[in-house]
Every structure is written in C-alpha cells, then in structure tokens.
C-alpha cells in the first residue's frame, strides 16, 4: 500500500518528467510486478515521461519504450528493447542482456517469417493441392485477394474434393487454429504453438496474413539464432498424403475432365 500511495503521490505532482530512481528495488517479487504492471498503465492513461533508473534489465525491457544502457558514467547504448536485445552494441551490453527473458520482450511481429503455403481461396483444390505438394505441407492458408485470412485447408480434404470433382475451395474450409497481431509476445505463442501443428498465423488489424511463426522460428528466438528456417530441413507439419497420391490423382482428375 505504501509503494501505491507513493506511485499516486508522484503522478499527481503534475509534472511533466518524472525521475524514478530504484524505485521498486527492494520490494519481493510479487508486489515488485504489480507496481511495473501499474507504472505502465498510469503511464499509458497520463502521457507522463518517465526517466527510470534500475539495474535490472529485465525490468527494464518490460518498462521502457527506450533503454539507455551506461558503463562507467557513459553510454554505451540506446534504443528500443528491441534494438538492445538483438542487436547490442559490444560485447559489454551482449553480456549485460544474455540473462535476459527474451520471451516477454520480443513480438510476434519481431520473429515471424513470410508465409509460404498460403493459396487465394479463388484458385481451386487442384492448385491448393500442387502446393502443400511442393512445399510438402499438410496444409496452407486460404485468404481473400487482398490477402485477409479466411483459414486452412488440409492436403488430405483437398484430396478428396479433387477425386469427386469439387471445384470449391471453400467447401473444405477450417478454421485457423492460432492466429495472434504482431504485436503478442512470444511468451503467448508456446501454447498456441503447442496445441497445432500449423505454424502461428500472424495479422494486421485488417485480418490479412502478414506471417508466420512457425515452432522452429519460436524456439530460435529464445537462443538469439537467425529465426529464417530456409535453410533448416524441418517440414511443419508433416504431410499426411504422399506426394505421389497428390500426383496421381491430379493427374486422374486431368484425364476425367479431357473425357
């Protein structure tokens, strides 16, 4: 209660810069996180600048907007938490943030790749099927032309809609299992990531699908590896239809509609 009427007492000051000096050092842990959680939403409600001066960088990458890192009464580095945690300056401020929760500083937005099995919902289970197949994928994304996401299809539903002759994607369309905006932290997307198999669909606040987070990118991001899986021979997910079966029956559907 004491640290709360203090935080009121400052804010109601009415100045227009506020110094914070340690201010929640010697509180436990508990009591320590309510006061940020309170700090950032007073801050976000008033609009006051706040210089806080702490010695723990996780507190403040979860405070902070910008992060002056000093050594030796200079600075050595400033900018976002961002710009901090991913790209430090030398090898002082990459030893100052290696102990750094990453998980509840980086975004989606800061981690998600360009989405690659992704199919307009005007082209067809034929071309839904060529895809997953060449990117050897259970299922992709179906979105509008102006790319909003509508949802998945799986290979096994395409393959089926391309042997009865269905010429409608849309027939066979689910739901997206995890979808988050760019600005969720990853510390929100292990469950989500956990309970499908799909990668993560990112969205602007238009719904169009901007990226993905797939499980390998995820898990990169907690070690501060290059998250682009280009190059890393991992299929997510995993087929559940051989591509030979795809082939074969695209090319029976051919046959069927020369006849």
């Not at 994607?169 to 956990?194: C, G, N, Y």
Request: glycine share 6%.
């Amino acid at each position: 209660m004491q640290q709360r009427v203090g935080l009121a007492r400052a804010f109601a000051a009415g100045t227009d810069i506020l110094l914070m000096d340690e201010a929640f050092s010697a509180l436990d842990p508990l009591i320590r996180r309510e006061m940020q959680e309170q700090l950032v939403e007073l801050q976000r409600e008033l609009g006051k600048t706040i210089v806080f001066i702490t010695h723990d960088l996780n507190e403040a990458m979860f405070l902070g907007d910008r992060i002056a890192v000093m050594r030796d009464g200079r600075i050595v580095q400033q900018g976002t938490p961002n710009d901090i945690l991913t790209d430090p300056a030398n090898d002082y401020v990459a030893q100052f943030v290696q102990d750094v929760d990453r998980a509840r500083v980086l975004t989606a937005g800061d981690v998600m790749e360009p989405p690659r099995a992704v199919i307009p919902a005007s082209a067809g289970p034929r071309a839904a099927l060529r895809t997953m197949r060449d990117l050897q994928t259970s299922a992709c994304f179906v979105t509008t032309n102006g790319r909003k996401l509508l949802g998945v299809v799986r290979d096994k539903d395409m393959l089926r809609q391309v042997r009865e002759g269905g010429t409608e994607i849309k027939d066979r369309l689910r739901p997206t299992p995890s979808v988050v905006t760019p600005d969720q932290l990853i510390a929100d997307l292990f469950e989500l990531s956990a309970e499908s198999s799909l990668p993560v669909a990112v969205i602007d606040e238009k719904d169009r699908l901007i990226g993905v987070v797939p499980r390998v990118t995820l898990l990169a991001s907690l070690a501060n590896v290059p998250t682009m899986t280009t190059e890393i021979p991992i299929i997510e997910p995993t087929p559940t239809v051989s591509g030979e079966s795809i082939t074969a029956a695209l090319a029976e559907s051919t046959t069927g509609q020369e006849a």
